[in-house]
Protein backbone atom coordinates (compact mmCIF):
# COMPACT_ATOMS: atom_id res chain seq x y z
CA UNK A 1 0.00 0.00 0.00
CA UNK A 2 1.81 3.20 -0.82
CA UNK A 3 1.51 7.03 0.78
CA UNK A 4 1.90 9.97 -0.56
CA UNK A 5 4.77 12.39 1.09
CA UNK A 6 5.67 15.55 1.16
CA UNK A 7 9.26 15.23 -0.22
CA UNK A 8 9.99 18.84 -0.68
CA UNK A 9 8.02 22.58 -0.29
CA UNK A 10 9.36 26.04 -1.73
CA UNK A 11 7.48 28.88 -2.51
CA UNK A 12 8.10 32.18 -4.57
CA UNK A 13 6.64 35.61 -3.32
CA UNK A 14 6.90 38.67 -5.72
CA UNK A 15 9.24 41.52 -4.20
CA UNK A 16 6.61 44.46 -4.91
CA UNK A 17 4.81 45.83 -2.22
CA UNK A 18 1.08 47.40 -2.57
CA UNK A 19 0.75 48.78 1.52
CA UNK A 20 -2.75 49.90 3.31
CA UNK A 21 -1.36 53.38 2.85
CA UNK A 22 -0.43 52.47 -0.88
CA UNK A 23 -4.67 51.94 -1.42
CA UNK A 24 -5.29 54.63 0.82
CA UNK A 25 -3.99 57.10 -2.38
CA UNK A 26 -6.18 55.23 -4.47
CA UNK A 27 -9.79 54.53 -3.22
CA UNK A 28 -11.62 55.98 0.01
CA UNK A 29 -10.54 53.99 2.79
CA UNK A 30 -8.15 54.27 5.62
CA UNK A 31 -4.99 52.09 7.08
CA UNK A 32 -7.25 51.55 10.23
CA UNK A 33 -10.36 50.05 8.27
CA UNK A 34 -8.62 47.59 6.70
CA UNK A 35 -6.49 46.59 9.34
CA UNK A 36 -9.59 45.71 11.84
CA UNK A 37 -11.78 44.40 9.00
CA UNK A 38 -8.99 42.12 7.20
CA UNK A 39 -5.60 41.92 9.31
CA UNK A 40 -4.10 42.84 6.17
CA UNK A 41 -0.88 45.78 6.02
CA UNK A 42 0.69 44.98 2.85
CA UNK A 43 0.03 42.89 -0.11
CA UNK A 44 3.41 40.98 -2.40
CA UNK A 45 2.68 42.13 -5.89
CA UNK A 46 4.39 40.65 -9.24
CA UNK A 47 6.51 42.93 -11.77
CA UNK A 48 4.31 44.09 -14.88
CA UNK A 49 6.72 41.76 -16.64
CA UNK A 50 5.96 38.28 -14.28
CA UNK A 51 3.26 35.80 -15.25
CA UNK A 52 2.02 33.06 -13.04
CA UNK A 53 4.32 30.88 -14.60
CA UNK A 54 7.18 32.89 -13.24
CA UNK A 55 5.91 32.71 -9.84
CA UNK A 56 4.87 29.04 -10.02
CA UNK A 57 8.09 28.31 -12.21
CA UNK A 58 10.49 30.02 -8.79
CA UNK A 59 8.79 28.07 -6.36
CA UNK A 60 8.95 24.83 -7.92
CA UNK A 61 12.38 24.94 -8.48
CA UNK A 62 12.53 25.43 -4.69
CA UNK A 63 10.70 22.44 -3.62
CA UNK A 64 12.80 20.41 -6.45
CA UNK A 65 15.64 21.18 -4.56
CA UNK A 66 14.38 20.84 -1.39
CA UNK A 67 13.09 17.56 -1.96
CA UNK A 68 16.46 16.68 -3.49
CA UNK A 69 14.83 15.38 -6.98
CA UNK A 70 15.08 17.12 -10.19
CA UNK A 71 12.65 17.68 -12.95
CA UNK A 72 13.39 14.92 -14.96
CA UNK A 73 11.99 12.36 -11.62
CA UNK A 74 8.59 14.16 -11.97
CA UNK A 75 5.68 12.04 -13.39
CA UNK A 76 3.66 14.72 -13.43
CA UNK A 77 2.80 18.20 -12.80
CA UNK A 78 -0.92 20.34 -11.37
CA UNK A 79 -0.82 23.64 -11.09
CA UNK A 80 -4.11 25.11 -8.86
CA UNK A 81 -4.66 29.08 -10.41
CA UNK A 82 -7.24 30.69 -11.74
CA UNK A 83 -5.18 33.42 -13.16
CA UNK A 84 -2.96 31.36 -15.67
CA UNK A 85 -0.78 33.15 -17.85
CA UNK A 86 -3.60 32.42 -21.06
CA UNK A 87 -7.11 31.06 -20.82
CA UNK A 88 -4.83 28.08 -23.06
CA UNK A 89 -2.03 26.11 -22.89
CA UNK A 90 -1.73 26.17 -19.53
CA UNK A 91 0.84 26.86 -16.80
CA UNK A 92 1.53 23.64 -16.32
CA UNK A 93 2.36 22.75 -19.44
CA UNK A 94 4.68 25.90 -19.48
CA UNK A 95 6.42 24.62 -15.93
CA UNK A 96 7.17 21.00 -17.97
CA UNK A 97 9.03 22.76 -20.84
CA UNK A 98 10.96 25.51 -18.37
CA UNK A 99 11.73 22.95 -15.73
CA UNK A 100 12.89 20.50 -18.69
CA UNK A 101 10.71 17.41 -17.43
CA UNK A 102 9.88 14.44 -20.09
CA UNK A 103 6.73 14.15 -21.55
CA UNK A 104 4.92 13.82 -18.52
CA UNK A 105 1.58 14.74 -17.91
CA UNK A 106 0.82 18.30 -17.17
CA UNK A 107 -2.35 19.76 -15.85
CA UNK A 108 -3.78 23.12 -14.67
CA UNK A 109 -7.26 23.01 -11.65
CA UNK A 110 -8.95 25.80 -11.81
CA UNK A 111 -10.61 25.33 -8.70
CA UNK A 112 -10.21 29.19 -7.21
CA UNK A 113 -8.70 29.54 -3.67
CA UNK A 114 -9.09 25.81 -3.07
CA UNK A 115 -6.69 25.38 -6.10
CA UNK A 116 -3.34 23.92 -4.08
CA UNK A 117 -5.85 21.83 -2.46
CA UNK A 118 -7.55 20.01 -4.97
CA UNK A 119 -4.20 19.52 -6.90
CA UNK A 120 -2.66 17.81 -3.86
CA UNK A 121 -5.39 15.44 -3.29
CA UNK A 122 -5.39 14.47 -7.26
CA UNK A 123 -1.36 13.76 -6.82
CA UNK A 124 -1.98 11.47 -3.19
CA UNK A 125 -4.70 9.62 -5.67
CA UNK A 126 -2.30 9.47 -8.45
CA UNK A 127 0.32 8.26 -5.92
CA UNK A 128 -2.02 5.90 -4.12
CA UNK A 129 -2.53 4.18 -6.89
CA UNK A 130 1.04 3.19 -7.66
CA UNK A 131 0.64 5.66 -11.63
CA UNK A 132 3.25 8.11 -10.23
CA UNK A 133 6.22 8.29 -7.88
CA UNK A 134 7.05 12.16 -7.83
CA UNK A 135 4.73 14.99 -8.43
CA UNK A 136 5.14 18.84 -8.63
CA UNK A 137 2.01 20.20 -6.94
CA UNK A 138 1.69 23.91 -7.30
CA UNK A 139 -0.47 26.47 -6.06
CA UNK A 140 0.26 29.85 -8.27
CA UNK A 141 -1.65 33.08 -8.88
CA UNK A 142 -1.15 36.94 -9.90
CA UNK A 143 -4.64 38.21 -8.69
CA UNK A 144 -3.21 41.64 -8.49
CA UNK A 145 -4.06 41.09 -12.69
CA UNK A 146 -7.79 40.53 -12.06
CA UNK A 147 -8.48 43.19 -9.18
CA UNK A 148 -9.96 46.13 -10.05
CA UNK A 149 -8.15 48.99 -7.80
CA UNK A 150 -11.12 51.57 -8.36
CA UNK A 151 -13.04 48.80 -6.17
CA UNK A 152 -12.52 49.30 -2.26
CA UNK A 153 -14.13 46.30 -1.52
CA UNK A 154 -11.97 43.82 -3.16
CA UNK A 155 -9.01 45.81 -3.96
CA UNK A 156 -7.91 45.86 -0.22
CA UNK A 157 -7.43 41.90 0.16
CA UNK A 158 -5.61 40.62 -3.12
CA UNK A 159 -1.94 39.45 -3.94
CA UNK A 160 0.22 37.47 -5.46
CA UNK A 161 2.84 34.26 -5.28
CA UNK A 162 3.14 31.10 -5.84
CA UNK A 163 4.10 28.24 -3.16
CA UNK A 164 4.36 23.93 -4.00
CA UNK A 165 5.14 20.77 -2.71
CA UNK A 166 7.07 17.98 -4.77
CA UNK A 167 5.29 14.71 -3.05
CA UNK A 168 6.63 11.29 -3.69
CA UNK A 169 5.77 7.84 -3.22
CA UNK A 170 6.48 6.09 0.14
CA UNK A 171 5.88 2.60 1.63
CA UNK A 172 7.48 3.23 4.61
CA UNK A 173 4.88 2.81 7.32
CA UNK A 174 6.39 5.10 9.65
CA UNK A 175 6.19 7.98 6.99
CA UNK A 176 2.11 8.20 6.79
CA UNK A 177 2.27 11.36 4.98
CA UNK A 178 -0.96 12.61 3.64
CA UNK A 179 -3.55 11.09 5.79
CA UNK A 180 -7.05 12.26 4.41
CA UNK A 181 -8.16 14.64 1.92
CA UNK A 182 -11.69 16.04 1.34
CA UNK A 183 -13.05 18.92 -1.41
CA UNK A 184 -16.35 19.94 -1.95
CA UNK A 185 -18.79 22.79 -4.13
CA UNK A 186 -21.77 24.00 -4.23
CA UNK A 187 -22.42 26.02 -7.23
CA UNK A 188 -25.53 27.85 -5.53
CA UNK A 189 -23.26 30.75 -4.82
CA UNK A 190 -21.46 30.99 -8.16
CA UNK A 191 -21.99 34.86 -8.43
CA UNK A 192 -21.16 35.48 -4.77
CA UNK A 193 -17.47 35.33 -5.95
CA UNK A 194 -16.66 35.29 -9.59
CA UNK A 195 -14.52 36.83 -12.10
CA UNK A 196 -16.57 38.98 -14.90
CA UNK A 197 -15.54 38.05 -18.27
CA UNK A 198 -12.76 39.05 -19.35
CA UNK A 199 -12.85 41.32 -16.27
CA UNK A 200 -12.20 41.42 -12.40
CA UNK A 201 -13.21 40.50 -9.60
CA UNK A 202 -16.99 40.66 -8.09
CA UNK A 203 -17.37 39.50 -4.50
CA UNK A 204 -20.76 39.68 -2.38
CA UNK A 205 -18.19 40.37 0.68
CA UNK A 206 -20.78 39.64 3.95
CA UNK A 207 -21.98 36.48 1.93
CA UNK A 208 -19.03 34.89 1.45
CA UNK A 209 -17.37 35.61 5.05
CA UNK A 210 -20.29 33.81 6.45
CA UNK A 211 -19.74 30.93 3.83
CA UNK A 212 -16.29 30.84 4.25
CA UNK A 213 -16.47 30.01 8.25
CA UNK A 214 -18.84 27.61 7.80
CA UNK A 215 -17.26 25.75 5.65
CA UNK A 216 -13.90 25.68 6.82
CA UNK A 217 -14.83 24.70 10.32
CA UNK A 218 -17.41 21.74 8.85
CA UNK A 219 -14.54 20.38 6.52
CA UNK A 220 -12.02 20.81 9.33
CA UNK A 221 -14.01 19.20 11.89
CA UNK A 222 -15.11 16.32 9.41
CA UNK A 223 -11.19 15.77 8.97
CA UNK A 224 -10.53 15.31 12.47
CA UNK A 225 -13.28 12.65 12.41
CA UNK A 226 -12.35 10.87 9.62
CA UNK A 227 -8.87 10.59 10.17
CA UNK A 228 -10.10 9.74 14.53
CA UNK A 229 -7.59 12.65 15.47
CA UNK A 230 -8.49 15.46 18.00
CA UNK A 231 -7.09 19.05 17.95
CA UNK A 232 -4.44 18.11 20.51
CA UNK A 233 -2.92 16.09 17.87
CA UNK A 234 -2.99 18.80 15.13
CA UNK A 235 0.58 20.65 15.92
CA UNK A 236 -0.51 23.45 12.95
CA UNK A 237 -3.48 24.56 11.58
CA UNK A 238 -3.00 26.53 7.88
CA UNK A 239 -6.57 28.17 6.73
CA UNK A 240 -6.59 29.72 3.36
CA UNK A 241 -5.76 33.30 3.82
CA UNK A 242 -8.61 35.03 2.97
CA UNK A 243 -9.29 37.51 6.23
CA UNK A 244 -7.61 37.24 9.66
CA UNK A 245 -11.04 37.20 11.18
CA UNK A 246 -12.02 34.70 8.87
CA UNK A 247 -9.15 32.40 10.20
CA UNK A 248 -9.56 33.56 13.43
CA UNK A 249 -13.68 32.42 13.85
CA UNK A 250 -12.71 29.13 12.70
CA UNK A 251 -9.68 28.36 14.62
CA UNK A 252 -12.37 29.51 17.43
CA UNK A 253 -15.34 26.95 15.97
CA UNK A 254 -12.73 24.53 16.23
CA UNK A 255 -11.26 25.08 19.11
CA UNK A 256 -7.39 25.67 17.85
CA UNK A 257 -5.64 27.52 20.15
CA UNK A 258 -4.08 30.84 18.60
CA UNK A 259 -0.13 29.71 18.53
CA UNK A 260 -1.21 26.23 16.48
CA UNK A 261 -2.33 28.81 13.46
CA UNK A 262 -0.44 29.72 10.53
CA UNK A 263 -1.42 33.02 9.55
CA UNK A 264 0.47 35.18 6.70
CA UNK A 265 -2.25 37.53 6.04
CA UNK A 266 -0.48 40.22 7.36
CA UNK A 267 2.13 41.10 5.59
CA UNK A 268 1.25 39.20 2.51
CA UNK A 269 -2.21 39.51 1.47
CA UNK A 270 -4.65 36.51 -0.64
CA UNK A 271 -3.02 35.22 -3.35
CA UNK A 272 -5.40 32.42 -3.76
CA UNK A 273 -4.31 29.29 -4.37
CA UNK A 274 -0.95 30.07 -3.49
CA UNK A 275 -1.56 31.28 0.04
CA UNK A 276 -1.35 27.65 1.55
CA UNK A 277 2.13 26.72 0.29
CA UNK A 278 3.39 30.07 1.27
CA UNK A 279 2.14 29.69 4.95
CA UNK A 280 3.60 26.43 4.94
CA UNK A 281 7.47 27.04 3.00
CA UNK A 282 7.63 30.23 5.64
CA UNK A 283 6.66 28.26 8.51
CA UNK A 284 9.07 25.90 7.93
CA UNK A 285 11.96 28.11 6.99
CA UNK A 286 11.68 29.69 10.45
CA UNK A 287 11.34 26.88 12.25
CA UNK A 288 8.31 26.40 13.25
CA UNK A 289 6.84 23.36 11.22
CA UNK A 290 9.63 20.52 11.32
CA UNK A 291 9.31 16.79 9.94
CA UNK A 292 6.69 14.66 11.88
CA UNK A 293 5.04 17.46 12.67
CA UNK A 294 0.87 16.74 11.82
CA UNK A 295 -1.04 19.75 9.72
CA UNK A 296 -4.41 20.17 8.94
CA UNK A 297 -4.81 22.24 5.81
CA UNK A 298 -8.12 24.07 5.00
CA UNK A 299 -9.16 26.09 2.11
CA UNK A 300 -12.65 27.91 0.64
CA UNK A 301 -13.09 29.96 -2.09
CA UNK A 302 -15.41 31.05 -5.15
CA UNK A 303 -17.63 28.35 -6.29
CA UNK A 304 -18.28 28.33 -3.53
CA UNK A 305 -15.67 25.23 -3.34
CA UNK A 306 -13.89 24.31 -0.02
CA UNK A 307 -11.94 21.49 1.43
CA UNK A 308 -9.27 20.18 3.50
CA UNK A 309 -6.05 17.95 4.08
CA UNK A 310 -4.47 16.51 6.72
CA UNK A 311 -0.51 14.75 6.77
CA UNK A 312 2.38 14.34 8.89
CA UNK A 313 4.94 16.08 7.24
O1 LIG B 1 -10.45 33.95 -1.13
C1 LIG B 1 -11.80 34.31 -0.89
C2 LIG B 1 -11.97 35.76 -1.14
N1 LIG B 1 -12.86 36.55 -0.42
C3 LIG B 1 -13.07 36.63 0.90
O2 LIG B 1 -12.73 35.81 1.69
C4 LIG B 1 -13.81 37.84 1.38
C5 LIG B 1 -14.71 37.59 2.55
N2 LIG B 1 -15.23 38.85 3.05
C6 LIG B 1 -14.47 39.75 3.72
O3 LIG B 1 -13.29 39.55 3.95
C7 LIG B 1 -15.18 40.97 4.27
O4 LIG B 1 -16.58 40.85 4.05
C8 LIG B 1 -14.67 42.30 3.62
C9 LIG B 1 -13.26 42.60 4.11
C10 LIG B 1 -14.70 42.22 2.12
C11 LIG B 1 -15.55 43.47 4.09
O5 LIG B 1 -15.59 43.55 5.51
P1 LIG B 1 -16.98 43.60 6.28
O6 LIG B 1 -16.66 43.73 7.72
O7 LIG B 1 -17.80 42.43 5.85
O8 LIG B 1 -17.58 44.97 5.79
P2 LIG B 1 -18.96 45.23 5.02
O9 LIG B 1 -18.94 44.72 3.63
O10 LIG B 1 -20.07 44.79 5.93
O11 LIG B 1 -18.95 46.81 4.97
C12 LIG B 1 -19.04 47.64 6.15
C13 LIG B 1 -18.91 49.09 5.74
C14 LIG B 1 -19.80 49.46 4.55
O12 LIG B 1 -20.30 50.76 4.77
P3 LIG B 1 -21.80 50.99 5.32
O13 LIG B 1 -22.70 50.33 4.32
O14 LIG B 1 -21.82 50.32 6.67
O15 LIG B 1 -21.90 52.48 5.38
C15 LIG B 1 -18.85 49.49 3.37
O16 LIG B 1 -19.26 50.35 2.34
O17 LIG B 1 -17.58 49.39 5.31
C16 LIG B 1 -17.57 49.99 4.00
N3 LIG B 1 -16.37 49.59 3.29
C17 LIG B 1 -15.19 50.21 3.44
N4 LIG B 1 -14.81 51.27 4.15
C18 LIG B 1 -13.53 51.66 4.09
C19 LIG B 1 -16.21 48.54 2.44
N5 LIG B 1 -14.94 48.48 2.02
C20 LIG B 1 -14.28 49.50 2.61
C21 LIG B 1 -12.96 49.95 2.58
N6 LIG B 1 -12.62 51.02 3.33
N7 LIG B 1 -12.00 49.34 1.84
Redo the contacts with the bound molecule.
Keep these: MYKTRIAGVGSYIPEGRLTNHDLEQM ?4 DD ?2 VT ?2 GISARSIAAPDQYTSDLAFLAAQRALADAGLTAEDLDMILVGTETPDHPFPSVACQLQHRLGCRAISAVDLHVT ?1 VGFLSALETADAFIRSGKCRHILVVGADNLSRITDYTD ?2 TC ?2 FSDGAGAFVVSQTADPSHPGILHTATHANGEHYFS ?1 YQERGGSIK ?1 D ?2 K ?2 KL ?1 VTAMTETTKQTLEATGKTIADIDWLIP ?1 Q ?2 QR ?1 IDAVAEHCEVPNEKVISTIKYLG ?1 N ?1 SATIPIAFDLARQDGRIKRGDTLLLTA ?3 GLVWGSALLQF
Excluded: K, P, Q
Design positions: VETSWIRTCRTILLMGRIFAHANINSFGG
